[in-house]
């Protein structure tokens, strides 16, 4: 059975190809089972690339695809699973720290019959801040998404090719796998697995990036709308409470002193809230907005040791182009009618004055 591993790289020079060694040593041991490797250049700041270029040359079976600029880590792994072949696949990170060593753990978890085998790590072995973004991830999903209870998810994960299909049929340019993973199967499991200390460089992984996490959750989720609609309800009630306690004392104590700093700090407060919700809808629609602009995904730069794929036409879009088509041909066709007719006409009509003249000829003599 073949096994497709989709690898998005980012400034993993120094340990790509270790991955990938790695990662054939171990399937030497697995019975029954063959890798290919699909590498994704995320438009890497090294010779990352270069890297990729090595690994294709020495194994046949490696892919590589360089993007044209830094589409993140859920687009770069989008663009790999469109090129894989395998029945089962893998998708694993570049720095080492899912390290090659588990992988037989997670094709005996899914040979118990399960669509998706997630990663768990006993022990994070991640820098402060990426445990720390880690967590405030898990937080997220874990409320705006919806997902099987008990489930950790992470980017070291086994799935069926089913899964794969299912997948790759989404074209919307805000990508969150985990939550397509969810969309398409509960068959969800995981397995415990050793993380590894990073061997070169430092995380990738920022605030920034984590905002940006957030950002692509409210693609698939009205939870923050119908959070902002109740934060707008609670502070309405809040507002009509405060104005009446502040009506009853003026009547009571004539002499009272309006707070003029707390109404401010009062006012503040409402606005940022207002202005806050104002962005979640805005994101909604530039969402909407960059969809109708038909955004790409990815943009594949080069690719190697992938072959060009025919592209799929839907069965809607074939009716579409059948009938886009026959406007054109039905006056063709007209047109060769006429012209045949006319020549018959022609024909007709020069034989019958043949056969008068013939006549007119005999009688003459």
Known sequence: ???????????????????????????????????????????SKDKTYESIKRCADKY?????????????????????????????????????Q??????????????????????RYQTRKFSWLKNLTSKISDFIVWHMIERPKGITACSFWLAKKYVRDEIIKY????????????????????????????????????FKKLFRLFL??????????????????????IGVIGALVVFVRRILDPTMVLGWSSLMCAMFLFFGIV??????????????????????????????????KKPEIKPEMEQQMKLEIKPEIKPQVDVEMRSQVRTEIETKEYQENEVAATTDRGETE
């Open 60 to 96: 046949s079976f490696v892919k590589g695809i360089d993007l044209a600029k830094n589409f993140g880590q859920h687009n770069a792994i989008m663009a790999g699973l469109q090129h894989t072949n395998g029945e089962l696949i893998m998708g694993m990170d570049d720095d080492m």
């Open 275 to 308: 202005l806050f919700m104002l962005g979640i809808v805005g994101e909604y629609i530039g969402k909407i907005m960059l969809n109708l602009n038909k955004t790409p995904q990815y943009v594949v730069r080069e690719t190697i040791n992938v072959t060009a």
């Open 171 to 206: 074209d919307n340019y805000n990508l969150y796998l985990q939550v397509l993973f969810y969309r398409t199967t509960n068959h969800i499991a995981n397995v415990d697995i050793e993380h590894f200390s990073r061997e070169v460089g430092t995380s990738n992984y920022t």
């Open 216 to 237: 692509s959750c409210i693609n698939y989720t009205v939870i923050p709308l119908r959070i902002s609609m109740l934060l707008g309800g609670i502070f309405a009630v």
């Open 98 to 119: 899912t390290h090659p060593s588990q992988i037989h753990k997670f094709i005996e978890k899914m040979n118990e019959g399960y669509d998706l085998v997630y990663g």
């Open 1 to 43: 059975m073949l096994i497709s591993i989709v690898i998005p790289c980012y400034n993993s020079q120094d340990t790509i190809e270790k991955v990938v060694d790695l990662c054939v040593e171990e399937f030497k041991k697995i019975d029954g089972y063959e890798c290919e490797f699909v590498l994704v250049n995320d438009y």
